[in-house]
């Protein structure tokens, strides 16, 4: 196995154990290799979920670029959620985990399709 394959097992082993989620495995591979080159860089592979610059840069940049949603407060509330359910005292929250959790709560499934 590479190391992406390495790390799509480290992200599905991530949402079993800390979010309580049965990763769907096709899935989560189109959300890892969708966040290109940056799942391979210690700082940009995980979200810093305590700087309001990098979830305002999640909104932005994933959500309504990359889903095509709306910008308002309900995309707050999804990316609070996502931090809550992976758990704030969890220090690596990796970018991976937190997109796909947010195309499930989204329901956008097909963007990845």
């Given at each position: ?7 799509i ?47 305002e ?21 999804a ?22 959790m ?12």
């Amino acid at each position: 196995m590479g190391k992406r394959d390495d790390l799509i097992a480290q992200y599905a082993e991530d949402l079993r154990s800390k979010c309580g989620m049965t990763p769907d495995m096709a899935l989560l591979t189109k959300v890892t290799i969708g966040c290109g080159p940056s799942i391979y860089d210690a700082d940009a592979s995980t979200v810093a979920a305590t700087q309001p610059g990098e979830l305002e840069t999640v909104k932005t940049n994933f959500l309504v670029k990359k889903l095509g949603l709306k910008d308002g407060p309900e995309l707050d509330a999804a990316i609070s959620s996502v931090i809550e359910t992976y758990g704030k005292s969890e220090r690596n929250k990796y970018r991976a985990v937190v997109y796909y959790m947010l195309v499930k709560h989204f329901g956008k499934e097909s963007v990845y399709g």
